[in-house]
């Protein structure tokens, strides 16, 4: 029987365990902390347990619908409304039809209440502009503001790109993070006409999924499934080094030293380049740019002017003001199964701000109001929670995507070592799970 270790015990790291157990490999998993998911996660705050890391995925493929179903869970949709953007003055509903903020239809009345009526004249000019551009455009930035102008950069591609990402458009790569868009543009000689022609009718937002009772309840059932395969399960467990020995692979660390045929590295990207230096080489680890922190709180609120979900299921904040919430979500309103969970008018909301940050409960009712329309009292607050994350540099940020190429190559010249995860396969679920499940090398 073939022996893998699985360094890290993330999502990447639980389903690059199971595709080995399923395979018929002898599976040892090794996870530095005291708990297993990463960052799909959850509190239990205000009597009902909710996710305050992933809660959603996209559903585009099927390798996540497949897995929620192998595992016996149920796969569910958001309810329709979409998501709304918090300007200055005032908050608008997010336009439909749409690709990351970059409008399909520039003149629509939804675009034009966020713009303004001479900005969406100057983005439906895209229509007309010859596209002089040669070659695969990849700075995001320029390619919005040069088919569509400022306005439509700064008041909607901004916040999106920021929000969903945390990344600055002049630093992310428009063929990463929107995969098709270059030749989507070339065949159809506009921006719009290539954003209509991507998104193939799906209306702005509908492309997600989450699951009944919490995306968190994927790591919990794949932890129970490697149990029930015989996956050895070693949390609280350093590893710092893993180098070649003989045939095989040497996994060692404080506590652990072992011998595998296989290994998987599935730590965070820090973490794994450091473990992966002694193989592919210094010059292709180092000078990597550097992630970001953000922090979640989670409100549960007993207040019935709620009800309605008067800014639809969240809100992204478009102007920003510095050490406020950057985006909201109405948890309760995202997500039937949360609402029917709770007593009435009581609700869940989710703030996210930048940084690793300490958000008192009177500062997170400030900004929910504010984010809300609705002038929420702090001593409705019937639990709250908060939680810090730190993110690794996304894969579409501009130049990232061809170095994981490179590091990648290497590695898959190495008999029996791979590695996995959102730094090299990309922000979200449905690409973590897609990439954890390619056999070894």
């Known amino acids: 029987m073939t022996s893998t270790a699985v360094v890290g015990g993330g999502i990447a790291g639980l389903v690059a365990a199971r595709s080995a157990a399923i395979r018929g490999d002898d599976v040892t998993l090794v996870e530095s902390s005291g708990g297993l998911g990463g960052r799909v996660s959850s509190v239990e705050v205000g009597g009902v347990r909710v996710d305050v890391g992933a809660e959603s995925y996209a559903s585009r493929g099927t390798q996540v619908s497949q897995l929620v179903a ?3 869970l149920v796969e569910v949709d958001p309810v329709e409304g979409g998501a709304w953007l918090q300007l200055a003055d005032r908050a608008v509903p997010l336009p439909g039809m749409s690709v990351l903020g970059i409008p399909g239809s520039p003149l629509a009345t939804d675009v034009r209440a966020v713009i303004g009526a001479r900005a969406a004249w100057r983005a439906w000019a895209d229509r007309v502009i010859p596209e002089l551009h040669v070659g ?23 916040p999106v790109v920021d929000g969903v990402y945390g990344l600055d458009p002049a630093d992310a790569d428009a063929e990463a993070l929107i995969p098709g868009i270059n030749g989507a543009l070339t065949a159809t000689g506009s921006l719009s006409s290539a954003v209509l022609s991507l998104r193939g009718g799906a209306q702005a937002g509908a492309a997600v999924r989450g ?3 919490g995306v968190h309840l994927l790591a919990d059932a ?6 029930a395969r015989g996956v050895r399960l070693l949390k609280r467990t350093t590893v710092d080094g893993v180098r070649p020995d003989g045939d095989d692979w040497r996994v060692s660390g404080p506590a652990f030293d072992e011998r595998f045929r296989h290994v998987v590295i599935a730590t965070p990207g ?5 473990l992966l230096e002694a193989s ?8 990597w740019p550097d ?7 989670v409100l549960v609120i007993d207040d019935d002017r709620l009800d309605d979900s008067p800014r639809g299921t969240g809100v992204l904040v478009a102007d920003r003001v510095d050490g406020a919430a950057t985006a909201l979500t109405h948890s309760s309103a995202k997500w039937p199964w949360l609402r029917e969970a709770l007593p009435r008018g009581r609700h869940v909301l989710r703030l996210s701000y930048k940084d690793r940050v300490a958000i008192d409960v009177r500062r997170a009712v400030s900004d929910a109001s504010r984010l809300s329309g609705v002038d929420l009292r702090p001593q409705d607050v019937v ?8 993110q690794d540099v996304s894969r579409a940020y501009r130049g990232v995507s061809g170095r994981i190429d490179r590091l990648r190559l290497a590695v898959d010249e190495l008999d029996g070592l791979s590695v996995v995860g959102a730094w090299v396969a990309g922000t979200g679920l449905a690409a973590v799970v897609r990439d954890a499940q390619r056999p070894p090398t």
Do not use: F, N, P, Y
Not at 138 to 143: A, K, V
Not at 222 to 227: E, K, Q, S, T
Not at 280 to 287: L, P, Q, T
Not at 383 to 390: D, P, T, Y
């Open 70 to 72: 192998a595992l016996g």
């Open 136 to 158: 695969r455009e990849t700075d995001l930035d320029r390619l919005v503001r040069r088919r569509m102008g400022d306005s439509v950069l700064e008041k909607l591609v901004r």
């Open 222 to 227: 794949l932890v129970d499934d490697l149990r």
């Open 291 to 297: 992630g970001r922190d953000s922090t979640v709180v």
């Open 211 to 213: 699951i009944r009772g």
């Open 270 to 274: 820090d973490a794994a380049r450091d």
């Open 280 to 287: 592919v080489g210094r010059e292709i680890v180092e000078g």
């Open 383 to 390: 639990g709250h929670a908060s939680r810090s994350w730190r």
